[in-house]
C-alpha cells in the first residue's frame, strides 16, 4: 500500500442502524443499533469532497443499511461529480422505482443485494426484518434499469443446501454476479457460531455444487470468495491492500474483523489518515493479534471495536 498517495478503495460503513437483525450480521446492526456517535451530516460531505480530491477511485457502501442514512444521496452526487465509482451493498428494501432511476443517473459501479434463501421462509428466517420479495424486486428493477445488481449469499446451516436454488433463480431474474464465500466468524455470526456456521465439508460442497451449475447454466459469473475471516486477517497483514475502512462514527480501521482505529476523521483528514493506516499494519500489537487470532477465534469478538493503536513511529 506504500506505493500509492491515496487509497485504492474506501470502504464507508455510513451508519450501524438497519431495519434488518439478521442472525449472522458481521457488524451487529438492527433498528435500534446506530452508534451514538455517528458522523454528522456535514462530516460525512467534507469526507467526500475530500475523497474526490485525492482521486479515491472506488468507494463501497456499507452499515447497518447506508440507503437508510438520511444524506446518503448527497455523498452519491458529490463522489459521482467527483469520478468516484460506487458500489452499495444493501437488503434492497429502500430501492423503490425513484431511487432505482437515481442510481441509474447516477450510474453507480455495482449494487449488491443480499438473498440467502430459495424461500421467504428460509431467507426471513435468516434476515429478520430484510423481506425476501421486495429484495427480488429491487434485483427486477436494478436489471429493468441495465444496472446488473449483483446478489450475495451467505452459507449457514440453516441456507447451504439452497446455494444452487437461489442461484438458479439469480440465472432466471438476470443477476450479473452472484458472491458468496464462507460465514465470516464475526459479530452476531461469531456469537453463535456453533448454530449457524456449516461445516467445511458443507461449504465446500455447496462451492463446487455452484461451480458446476454455473457451468450449466449461463447464468450470472459465480465470485467465490476464497477464505474465512482468519485467513484473511493473515492473508491482509502479511500484504496490506491499498484500502482503508470508515466505520460510522468516522474512525478509521484497518478490516472488520481487527479493533485498531488509526485515524479519526472527525479531527483529522483523510490525507492525514492514509499514512497512518499503512504504518498500524506494520505495528507489532497488530500483527499479535492478527497471529494470535489465527488459533485463538475468541479474539473474533473484539472485531466491532476500536482501539487506539499507538502510532508513535508513524
Ligand atoms: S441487512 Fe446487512 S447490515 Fe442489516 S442486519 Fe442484515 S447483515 Fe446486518
Known amino acids: 500500500m506504500g506505493d500509492y498517495g491515496a487509497p485504492l478503495f474506501l470502504a464507508w460503513q455510513l451508519t450501524n442502524r438497519c431495519t434488518g437483525s439478521c442472525l449472522h450480521c458481521c457488524e451487529e446492526s438492527g433498528p435500534d443499533k446506530a452508534w451514538p456517535d455517528e458522523m454528522s451530516r456535514e462530516q460525512c460531505l467534507s469526507l467526500a469532497r475530500q475523497i474526490a480530491r485525492m482521486g479515491v477511485p472506488y468507494v463501497a457502501f456499507g452499515g447497518g443499511e447506508p440507503m437508510g442514512s438520511p444524506h446518503v444521496w448527497e455523498i452519491f452526487e458529490i463522489l459521482a461529480r467527483g469520478g468516484v465509482e460506487i458500489k452499495i451493498e444493501t437488503n434492497g428494501l429502500l430501492l423503490d422505482d425513484a431511487a432505482c432511476d437515481r442510481l441509474k443517473a447516477l450510474n453507480v459501479a455495482c449494487v449488491q443485494i443480499s438473498i440467502d434463501g430459495a424461500t421467504a421462509a428460509v431467507h426471513e428466517g435468516l434476515r429478520p426484518g430484510s423481506g425476501y420479495a421486495p429484495a427480488w424486486e429491487a434485483i427486477d428493477r436494478l436489471v429493468s434499469r441495465g444496472l446488473g445488481p449483483e446478489l450475495v449469499f451467505i452459507p449457514t446451516k440453516l441456507n447451504v443446501s439452497g446455494?444452487?436454488?437461489?442461484?438458479?433463480?439469480?440465472?432466471?431474474?438476470?443477476?450479473?454476479?452472484?458472491?458468496?464465500?464462507?460465514?465470516?466468524?464475526?459479530?452476531?455470526?461469531?456469537?453463535?457460531?456453533?448454530?449457524?456456521?456449516?461445516?467445511?465439508?458443507?461449504?465446500?460442497?455447496?462451492?463446487?455444487?455452484?461451480?458446476?451449475a454455473s457451468l450449466r447454466e449461463k447464468g450470472p459469473r459465480l465470485a467465490l470468495y476464497p477464505w474465512g475471516i482468519q485467513a484473511e486477517m493473515k492473508t491482509r497483514a502479511e500484504s496490506p491492500q491499498a484500502m482503508?475502512?470508515?466505520?460510522?462514527?468516522?474512525?478509521?480501521?484497518?478490516?472488520?474483523?481487527?479493533?485498531?482505529?488509526?485515524?479519526?476523521?472527525?479531527?483529522?483528514?483523510?490525507?492525514?489518515?492514509?499514512?497512518?493506516?499503512?504504518?498500524?499494519?506494520?505495528?507489532?500489537?497488530?500483527?499479535?493479534?492478527?497471529?494470535?487470532?489465527?488459533?485463538?477465534?475468541?479474539?473474533?469478538?473484539?472485531?466491532?471495536?476500536?482501539?487506539?493503536v499507538a502510532l508513535a513511529g508513524a
Open 163 to 212: 446455494a444452487v436454488a437461489v442461484y438458479e433463480q439469480a440465472a432466471r431474474r438476470g443477476v450479473r454476479t452472484f458472491v458468496t464465500g464462507p460465514l465470516m466468524r464475526l459479530g452476531r455470526a461469531a456469537a453463535a457460531w456453533e448454530a449457524l456456521a456449516c461445516s467445511e465439508e458443507q461449504w465446500a460442497a455447496a462451492a463446487e455444487a455452484l461451480r458446476q
Open 244 to 308: 482503508v475502512l470508515v466505520v460510522p462514527n468516522g474512525r478509521v480501521k484497518l478490516l472488520n474483523a481487527l479493533p485498531f482505529a488509526a485515524a479519526d476523521l472527525k479531527t483529522e483528514t483523510l490525507a492525514a489518515a492514509w499514512p497512518k493506516v499503512a504504518a498500524a499494519w506494520r505495528r507489532p500489537e497488530v500483527q499479535d493479534f492478527v497471529r494470535r487470532a489465527q488459533s485463538d477465534p475468541g479474539l473474533l469478538r473484539h472485531a466491532n471495536e476500536c482501539w487506539d
